[in-house]
């Protein structure tokens, strides 16, 4: 079936630093990857939707590139600051009316 | 802000007792996502809605959940039977068109059951 795995619960950083959050799916499909933000008791919301294929795609400092040949979507941001401390959530769609979610990657940032 | 508002914001009840939250989606978006987020933040999804037709939903959802969009009126899902694994907070999402778009959550219903 349709999966995407996120392999880090947690990452910690110091602030300036820069990060990459890990996601790889499995579809028989071809399919839009998105990376949701979920700051603490907010509702969770896009931060990044994917392009065509090896195309970068970004927003407010983050960026991915979904490379098909390896069913990855890897988020990254090369100087990470104290208001990014948040949940990230990879999610796929493989067409019609279904998303699957990651398990979320919880990023602490530090000063 | 979200524009998809999720009523209550909390809600306790006890083993047994139902549960009922509702949702109303962003304006003139005809798709609606129900997920539960346990404590580790996992997301399961539940049930979906294309205005009113059910498009999917999972064994649990059909034997425990009572859930409707109907028009002009909140969306809403309801456990019938509430269980302390229920405890769980409850996103309502809305898409415009199908899944390739984006999903606009609400805030959550966190539910308790004592």
């Known amino acids: 079936g349709d999966s995407v795995t996120q392999t880090e619960g947690l990452v910690t950083l110091t602030k300036g630093l820069p990060v990459m959050l890990n996601c790889t799916y499995q579809?028989?499909?071809?399919?839009?990857l998105f990376w949701y933000v979920q700051h603490l008791n907010e509702a969770p919301k896009l931060l990044l939707k994917?392009?065509?294929?090896?195309k970068r795609t970004e927003h407010q400092g983050f960026y991915a590139t979904l490379h098909k040949s390896s069913s990855s979507f890897h988020l990254q941001k090369s100087s990470v600051q104290l208001s990014d401390s948040a949940l990230y959530f990879c999610?796929?769609?493989?067409?019609?009316?279904?998303?699957?979610f990651g398990s979320g990657t919880r990023l602490l940032v530090s000063p | 802000n979200s524009k998809v508002i999720q009523t209550p914001r909390y809600l306790v009840k006890g083993q047994g007792q139902k549960a009922k939250m509702r949702c109303i989606p962003e304006?003139?978006?005809?798709?609606v996502f129900w997920y539960q987020q346990n404590k580790n933040n996992e997301f399961k999804f539940l049930i979906n809605?294309?205005?009113?037709?059910?498009?999917?939903q999972i064994d649990m959802t059909e034997k425990r959940f009572s859930a409707e969009c109907p028009s002009n009126s909140p969306c809403s899902l309801e456990i019938q039977s509430s269980e302390a694994g229920d405890s769980a907070l409850y996103l309502c999402?809305?898409?415009?068109?199908?899944?390739?778009?984006?999903?606009?959550f609400g805030h959550g219903t966190k539910l308790s059951v004592l």
């Open positions: 999402a809305s898409s415009l068109r199908q899944a390739d778009e984006r999903l606009f």
């Open positions: 579809t028989t499909y071809s399919p839009f």
């Open positions: 994917s392009s065509t294929d090896n």
């Open positions: 999610a796929l769609s493989p067409g019609g009316y279904k998303v699957v």
């Open positions: 304006k003139g978006h005809p798709v």
């Open positions: 809605f294309q205005n009113q037709e059910v498009l999917q």
